[in-house]
């Protein structure tokens, strides 16, 4: 069996990632289709060894498509999504805009793949925050296993998690203090070369941000609603990659060896944790890999039952496109959906 499958926002960062990930992993598509807006119609995207004319999607008929993998913004999502759903097209959506609605299911593959059952109300699968994909995948064994009941979390999120055009900035940014030039503050709130900014989205009543509610909701919905969780969302000046410092209280007693060794068997999880210098993963060395890598394991003996580690992932991959594409894989290898259109 083979799906047809369509891409929008098929030009952005989590867009080209999409296309680069359905041909690492040999998806079984019948044709890919790359979407985004009227203004990208004939630009060329790559789709392995092919490439493909972006065409445009507000003249896209959806009613022989079996996927869609939305990437283009929460306002994109919101207008488009129902009307791509209601075609019989399921949508994968990566954008905040679903996550919380009652009817949409928001799916981790290693650790909640059963949920992704729940699409048929809406055509809608929600991705999750970048930031918590990760979190919740090394949550994941350890709450099986030991029960946490309290998480700290600080993040160290990388710029492409805001974007090209963030990107864009901490490069000319960075170019410009080494000329001497001046330093443009554009797409951040304040300077980001050779600097940190803890704040990511918009302030909330309560002093917390938008990321950070995120997180703490997101992780209830995925995990376990009993969760409690607190978080500090900071972005870095690094490209690609995003790191977390975690903390964690169990129900049950943990040791860092028996953490290490559930974490080593888990899905989705490499443990690089060695006590000598550089032996833990940086995102540098996460970049363009799909690993949520798990370092600086160690136990923390102000509370009981703690723990503490440290948390690497490619947010472009795991935090976004191949996420993604795991959830398209459930649908397909559980049988939830079918081809709509058969193969000549």
């Known amino acids: 069996m083979s799906f047809k499958v369509a891409i929008v926002g098929a030009t952005g960062n989590v867009g080209h990632e999409m296309l680069d990930i359905l ?6 598509v019948s044709e890919v289709v790359a979407l985004a807006s009227s203004r ?8 392995g060894d092919r490439t493909l004319k972006v065409k445009a999607l507000e003249h896209y008929d959806f009613s022989d498509t079996d996927i869609c993998l939305m990437s283009a913004g929460g306002a994109v999502s919101k207008e488009w999504s129902p009307k791509i759903g209601a075609q019989g097209c399921v949508v994968i959506d990566n954008s905040s805009t679903w996550r919380m609605h009652p009817d949409v299911p928001l799916v981790v593959p290693e650790v909640n793949a059963a949920a ?3 699409f048929t109300k809406m055509n809608i699968i929600a991705n999750p925050n970048c930031s918590t994909a990760q979190l919740v995948v090394a949550l994941k064994p350890l709450h099986d296993r030991f029960g946490v009941k309290r998480v700290v979390v600080s993040t160290y999120q990388s710029v492409s998690g805001a974007g090209k055009e963030a990107m864009d900035e901490l490069f000319n940014q960075t170019r410009a203090v080494f000329a001497a030039g001046e330093v443009q503050v554009k797409k951040f709130p304040k300077r980001i070369s050779f600097n940190v900014i803890p704040h990511i989205d918009v302030f909330m009543e309560d002093g917390y941000t938008k990321e950070e509610w995120k997180m703490m909701a997101e992780t209830k919905k995925i995990l376990d609603p009993k969760i409690k969780l607190t978080a500090t969302c900071v972005r870095v000046p690094v490209f690609i990659g995003h790191s977390e410092s975690v903390n964690i209280e169990c129900e049950k007693p943990i040791t860092a060896d028996e953490a290490r ?5 888990a899905p989705g999880i490499l443990v690089i944790d060695k006590h000598e210098p550089g032996g833990y993963i940086t995102p540098h060395e996460a970049a363009g890999e799909d690993a949520t890598y798990i370092s600086r394991i160690r136990e923390d003996a102000t509370v009981e039952n703690g723990l503490a580690f440290w948390c690497v992932s490619d947010n472009l991959r795991k935090g976004a496109a191949l996420n993604a594409v795991q959830i398209a894989e459930v649908l ?4 939830l959906i079918q081809p709509r259109k058969k193969a000549a």
């Open 23 to 28: 041909a690492e992993r040999a998806f079984p």
């Open 40 to 47: 990208s119609i004939g630009t060329e995207v790559s789709f």
């Open 116 to 118: 992704a059952a729940g």
């Open 261 to 265: 060794e559930v974490l080593r068997t």
């Open 332 to 335: 397909i290898n559980r049988k």
